[in-house]
């Protein structure tokens, strides 16, 4: 199955900033996704990142906030804007494969 | 609004017995269902999925779906202390761009 590298795997950021979460497939993969899993509590999906079209965010996300791109079958990135302490959790992308999902290994982000 | 129904646990069970895992889904359009395992400060891995009414047997693993009912679970036999996870239900909504809901999950702790 793929195997997906996600970067970075922890970080500290300072309220207001933003970070880029960036996420590698070892092979192509048609959709990628964006999960949200704050601590202690199940998985939220954030958006559906497709290649060469605007990824579709689920209701409470929206573009300004959590801007993503997927230039092709094996790349995607999700950027968190303007975070404030909310943000704090850990952020996970998934490929689609042909028997479910494979995750890439998380993000945890604290915001201070 | 399309959910994933868990009982939380935990759930303790002592090393070699048949740990049994439930969860019930809202949506009776879904064809997928899912069950992930994720250890503490990991992200989910797939452990098995079903599609069609009845049990499919992996190994240690028995998923039992009932489209009927509206019901999936997860039997893990001779269960074994590197078992204990909590243990996420997932289902791919009727319609979806192949998303999936998760559940709360189930945390598992198996007793030596």
């Known amino acids: 199955s793929a195997v997906i590298s996600q970067k970075p795997s922890r970080d500290i950021c300072q309220r207001g900033t933003s970070l880029t979460i960036q996420c590698q497939v070892d092979s192509q993969v048609t959709m990628m996704f964006w999960y949200r899993q704050q601590p202690g509590q199940s998985l939220t999906l954030i958006a559906t990142?497709?290649?060469?079209?605007?990824?579709?965010?689920e209701s409470g996300f929206v573009i300004d906030k959590f801007p993503i791109s997927r230039p092709n079958l094996t790349f995607s990135t999700l950027t968190v804007s303007n975070m404030s302490p909310e943000d704090s959790s850990i952020y996970l992308c998934a490929g689609q494969t042909h028997y479910g999902y494979t995750f890439g290994s998380g993000t945890r982000l604290t915001v201070v | 609004q399309k959910e994933v129904e868990q009982n939380s646990g935990p759930l303790s069970v002592p090393e070699g017995a048949i740990a049994s895992l439930n969860c019930t889904y809202s949506?009776?359009?879904?064809?997928?269902f899912f069950w992930y395992r994720q250890y503490s400060g990991k992200s989910p891995e797939l452990i098995m999925f079903?599609?069609?009414?009845g049990d499919k047997e992996d190994g240690r693993f028995t998923a039992q779906l009932n489209k009927a009912s509206q019901y999936v679970s997860l039997l893990i036999r001779d269960s074994q202390p590197s078992d204990s996870a909590t243990y996420l239900c997932?289902?791919?909504?009727?319609?979806?761009?192949?998303?999936?809901?998760f559940g709360k999950g189930t945390k598992l702790s198996v007793k030596p």
């Open positions: 997932a289902f791919s909504p009727g319609g979806s761009q192949g998303n999936l809901i």
């Open positions: 990142a497709n290649q060469g079209s605007e990824a579709t965010y």
């Open positions: 079903i599609y069609s009414n």
């Open positions: 949506d009776r359009g879904s064809q997928s």
